[in-house]
């Protein structure tokens, strides 16, 4: 998973949100994040974790791929 907090992060978010801009993208206060609660919206909330096991996904076959 991408370090919570990190740039890489905050570039996912940023990736995700330039994604689905018609969603709810209010915020939980970062103490929550590491709890898996990042968007205040649930669907969101869902919505960004599976997107973000997609990019974790998309890494993992790309250093297998050069390995």
């Not at 330039?18 to 970062?30: D, G, S, Y």
Request: aromatic share 12%; proline share 1%; hydrophobic share 35%.
């Amino acid at each position: 998973m991408a370090l919570l907090k990190s740039k890489e992060h905050y570039e996912l978010m940023n990736d995700f949100e330039r994604n689905f801009a018609e969603m709810r993208l209010n915020k939980e206060p970062k103490e929550l994040w590491c709890k898996g609660i990042i968007y205040e919206n649930g669907e969101t909330n869902k919505l960004f974790l599976a997107y973000r096991l997609g990019y974790e996904l998309g890494k993992s076959v790309e250093r297998l791929e050069h390995n």
